[in-house]
């Protein structure tokens, strides 16, 4: 019964046999058979038909199973490639919204010219439906801070991020009278308990550079004045541009910021966003591929492992 498993999964996963068979490519009646000899061989029921399909403790226990199989069968297959003078096949990579434009256009171009038979296949997402993904072995990487740890997920360190302020002339005018004269003190590094009582854009909570500056203010004991939680950085800077508010930059983005000032210069204006090192913030957002511990990566993801950290390492520099 160990045949056409991935039925099973798919099955688990969309809950739905009309979903589940169109997306295998197969009848309603073929997959409805299938289940009813599987559940005939173990001799037990392993979904729930009301009010809805879901999994029975027994079919918990045989998705575990299967997964296992899927992930073994997997590491076959890689092994097998690896011996192979020819590069086949297909990697799930998965990346964040706000770093998918800067990485991709690139990664996307060099890695065709690098493995031409490989599809590369990106889903873009947020970290914690990245993490599930890997762990259900539906993505082979993804990219993501390191700071959330799981003993079933293996890492490749990329770079440590620095988190900084990011704030506009304008503002800088409205809320300093020492203005321009104070730049040259804040390009030391700034005390976020001058800001308070600015209005200020952050990323939702848990997310990692969310969760970075909520631990300096804890440490600080400061509370800022966060008018709007939004999870598309590119959105933080524009809003800035536009005076709305203050925000927050990790190293990856700060050539967004520097296009963002070139654009501004080619409208003819001189309210440029200004970045600002935080004073006493030592902790940084180390960033990497993360993986499924034990997967056996064929030499065409390792490959693309090694370009993804080459593309960040340019980052690293800003």
Same mark, same amino acid.
């Given at each position: 019964?160990?045949?056409?498993?991935?039925?099973?999964?798919?099955?688990?996963?969309?809950?739905?046999?009309?979903?589940?068979?169109?997306?295998?490519f197969?009848?309603?009646?073929?997959?409805?058979?299938?289940?009813?000899?599987?559940?005939k061989?173990?001799?037990?029921?392993?979904?729930?038909?009301?009010?809805?399909?879901?999994l029975?403790?027994?079919?918990?226990?045989?998705?575990?199973?299967?997964?296992?199989?899927?992930f073994?069968?997997?590491?076959?297959?890689?092994?097998?490639?690896?011996?192979?003078?020819?590069?086949?096949?297909?990697?799930?990579?998965?990346?964040?919204?706000?770093?998918?434009?800067?990485?991709?256009?690139?990664?996307?171009?060099?890695?065709?010219?690098?493995?031409?038979?490989?599809?590369?296949?990106?889903?873009?997402?947020?970290?914690?439906?990245?993490?599930?993904?890997?762990l259900?072995?539906?993505?082979?990487?993804?990219?993501?801070?390191?700071?959330?740890?799981?003993?079933?997920?293996?890492?490749?360190?990329?770079?440590?991020?620095?988190l +900084?302020?990011?704030?506009?002339? @304008? *503002?800088? $005018?409205?809320?300093?009278? #020492? !203005?321009?004269?104070c730049?040259?003190?804040?390009?030391?590094?700034?005390?976020?308990?001058?800001?308070?009582?600015?209005?200020?854009?952050?990323n939702?909570?848990?997310?990692?550079?969310?969760?970075?500056?909520?631990?300096?203010?804890?440490?600080?004991?400061?509370t800022?004045?966060?008018?709007?939680?939004l999870?598309?950085?590119?959105?933080?800077?524009?809003?800035?541009?536009?005076?709305?508010?203050?925000?927050?930059?990790l190293?990856?983005?700060?050539?967004?910021?520097?296009?963002?000032n070139?654009?501004?210069?080619?409208?003819?204006?001189?309210?440029?966003?200004?970045?600002?090192?935080?004073?006493?913030?030592?902790?940084?957002?180390?960033?990497?591929?993360?993986?499924?511990?034990?997967k056996?990566?064929?030499? +065409?993801?390792?490959?693309?492992? @090694? *370009?993804? $950290?080459?593309?960040?390492? #340019? !980052?690293?520099?800003?």
């Open positions: 019964m160990l045949n056409n498993y991935q039925y099973f999964l798919m099955l688990a996963k969309e809950l739905n046999i009309s979903n589940a068979s169109e997306k295998l197969i009848s309603h009646q073929c997959l409805s058979k299938y289940l009813k000899n599987l559940e061989y173990y001799g037990i029921a392993l979904f729930e038909r009301k009010p809805s399909l879901r029975t403790p027994a079919g918990e226990a045989l998705l575990k199973s299967f997964k296992d199989i899927e073994l069968e997997q590491n076959i297959k890689s092994e097998i490639e690896n011996l192979k003078s020819t590069e086949v096949g297909t990697v799930n990579l998965g990346i964040t919204e706000g770093r998918y434009p800067i990485i991709v256009p690139r990664l996307l171009k060099d890695y065709q010219e690098m493995c031409p038979h490989v599809h590369l296949n990106i889903i873009n997402t947020t970290t914690p439906r990245m993490r599930e993904m890997t259900n072995n539906e993505l082979d990487l993804f990219l993501s801070g390191l700071n959330y740890s799981n003993p079933r997920l293996d890492s490749i360190k990329i770079m440590e991020e620095k +900084y302020l990011v704030i506009s002339d @304008n *503002l800088l $005018k409205r809320y300093f009278h #020492n !203005y321009p004269e730049i040259s003190d804040m390009e030391k590094g700034v005390d976020l308990s001058d800001f308070t009582e600015i209005p200020c854009i952050l939702k909570i848990n997310f990692n550079s969310r969760s970075v500056i909520d631990r300096h203010l804890a440490r600080e004991g400061l800022l004045n966060c008018i709007a939680e999870t598309q950085p590119d959105m933080h800077y524009r809003l800035t541009a536009e005076d709305m508010a203050v925000s927050f930059c190293t990856m983005y700060l050539d967004g910021i520097k296009h963002i070139q654009l501004q210069k080619l409208q003819g204006s001189d309210n440029l966003l200004h970045v600002f090192p935080i004073r006493n913030l030592t902790e940084t957002n180390p960033l990497g591929i993360m993986y499924l511990r034990g056996i990566l064929p030499s +065409y993801t390792k490959k693309l492992c @090694n *370009l993804i $950290k080459k593309i960040c390492k #340019n !980052y690293s520099k800003m």
